[in-house]
């Protein structure tokens, strides 16, 4: 997620009043998660070390762990790794791929569904001075039987 600022840690300086707002511990678990290492809340300040780099694997099925590696690989601290905006990246072509299969799915739905009989065509309204006159001839009719 990019932040306007003068630096780039100013950026990440920014980025980590959304800290706040967020919950840490889950995030630095499901970034471990993203590169193959069990990472834990009390590494949240510090970098990788070198064996945890030996262990480390971007997940194959995550888009985003290669980048969030990366920044790891340059020694950033965890939190700074998260503040980098990683979990939340969506990379566009996914989102694009992703959005163009959704527009196909719902054509095919579209074109697939039962056609409904075409509607009746609208009568002209009828105005409540027809029903008057109707029932005033009704009335003037049996007033001419008694």
Aim: hydrophobic residues 40%; proline residues 10%; charged residues 25%.
């Amino acid at each position: 997620m990019p932040t306007v600022a003068p630096s780039r840690q100013a950026a990440l300086q920014r980025r980590r009043f959304l800290d706040e707002v967020v919950d840490l511990n889950q995030r630095v678990r499901y970034l471990g998660a993203m590169i193959g290492l069990p990472l834990g809340p009390g590494q949240l300040d510090e970098p990788l070390t070198a064996d945890q780099f030996a262990d480390a694997i971007p997940s194959p099925r995550d888009p985003r762990s290669a980048r969030a590696l990366e920044l790891a690989r340059e020694g950033w601290t965890l939190r700074d790794v998260l503040s980098h905006g990683v979990i939340d990246y969506r990379d566009p072509q996914v989102f694009h791929d992703a959005m163009a299969a959704v527009v196909t799915v719902r054509t095919a739905i579209a074109l697939t569904a039962p056609r409904s009989a075409p509607s009746p065509p609208i009568s002209a309204p009828r105005s409540d001075l027809d029903d008057l006159t109707l029932e005033e001839d009704f009335y003037a009719d049996a007033l001419e039987d008694v």
